[in-house]
């Protein structure tokens, strides 16, 4: 069975211009990638509620807890087959004050040493069509859906 991610697709009007809020991976796999490389903050769940799910993975990868009228977006599959549930919240956050949480990784490989990596490394508010070429290929459609059902 593929594994499931659910997230929150953060977005503003600054000057009137929709903006997205989206996050970089940590670590060591994606510190020299930036096009296609950022996502809106997610993470994977199994047997729990989606929407509570992405509000979780929220808290944890900015330290930020929402509450608000989310908006269900069309869930959409990425490369590896991994399905994302994603929702829409207006809102606003500072970037700079974001906490992430952290994971353990062997680096370098097979090197027997483990360090600590923030899931998020930082996380930027961007304009749609800025927004549609950093984000993960797959997630681009929740931009996408985003703009139409705002529109």
Do not use: C
Not at 26 to 46: H, R, V
Not at 54 to 72: M, Q, S, W
Not at 77 to 86: C, D, H, I, S
Not at 94 to 104: G, K, L, M, R, W
């Amino acid at each position: 069975m593929a594994k499931k991610s659910a997230g929150i697709l953060l977005y503003r009007f600054s000057n009137a211009a929709l903006q997205v809020f989206l996050v970089h991976p940590g670590g060591p796999f994606f510190a020299k990638k930036d096009l296609g490389a950022w996502s809106i903050p997610k993470g994977e769940f199994t047997d729990e509620d989606p929407l509570l799910a992405a509000k979780r993975e929220f808290r944890e990868e900015t330290g930020i807890f929402l509450e608000g009228e989310f908006l269900a977006l069309q869930p959409v599959r990425q490369k590896a087959g991994k399905e994302v549930y994603a929702w829409a919240l207006e809102g606003d956050l500072d970037p700079s004050a974001i906490i992430s949480n952290t994971f353990e990784l062997e680096w370098p490989p097979r090197s027997g040493r483990y360090q600590s990596f923030p899931e998020v490394d930082r996380g930027e508010w961007f304009d749609l069509s800025t927004a549609r070429e950093k984000i993960n290929a797959a997630q681009e459609a929740l931009i996408v859906e985003l703009k139409e059902r705002l529109d």
